[in-house]
């Protein structure tokens, strides 16, 4: 496994691979859902690139860009056993080089949900995954469900700006007891970890109802608020049920949706989502 951290190295070592690529994007601290999304490129694919990069224009002011977790020691001896051919672990200044003033963005999808309460976040996002695309060329590149808004927003990126890009999505990955993998899980302490169960047992809840005949949508996102304000460590950013592919907040479902939800406990944010069809 080659390991780029330059530009240059990464253009270098793309020039010699036959076939297709496949990229998987991830800003490192790696777990079973990076994991998974590997071993499906590994499989599509004649060669896999895996880039590691905690892009800091995807993070707001007072958010955790500083204490992001990181290990990329850790994260290369995980893509070596994984049989990863290259891996992108670029400088901050490597990718932003100096007097850099070029962004990507794309409007509507990203002003709500995420959008309303991260401003900014997804700017930073479609910017970097643009530049990983010009860098490393992929064939596809592969992305969680759990950014369920994130996939949506970079589908209309490839879409709108012609990439030659395969956007791959892939399930969830959970744990035993049903907490959707996250980088920042690494944050909570025990009680937080039991706390942070009720993102995942808010949207069970809404998924029963679903498969009970409800339509509601003001109704399904009641239930999910009831789940969470039994929780004492947990507060909601915002709680959804939209449209799957407009994420416009539905009033009675007629058609797939996503129910989607993003809830601190204490001073950890996170994020899941369900679709309901
Ligand atoms: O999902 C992530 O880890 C990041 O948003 C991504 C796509 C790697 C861009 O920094």
Redesign the pocket.
Known sequence: MEVAATVAEMRALRRAMAGDVGLV???GYLHEGHLSLVRTARRRDDHVVVSI?V?PT?FGPGEDFERYPRDPERDLALLRRERVDAVLLPSVEELYPEGDSTFVEVAGITEVLEGVHRPGHFRG?TT??AKLFHIVQPRRAY?GRK?AQ?LLVIRKLVRDLHFDVEVVAMPTVREPDGLAMSSRNAYLSPREREAALVLSRALRGAGELFAAGERDGERLRASMRDVIAQEPLAQVDYVSVADGETLRELDRLEGPALASLAVRIGAVRLIDNVTLE
């Open positions: 994007p991830t800003m990069f892009n995807q996002v970097v995954v992305f950014d994130q």
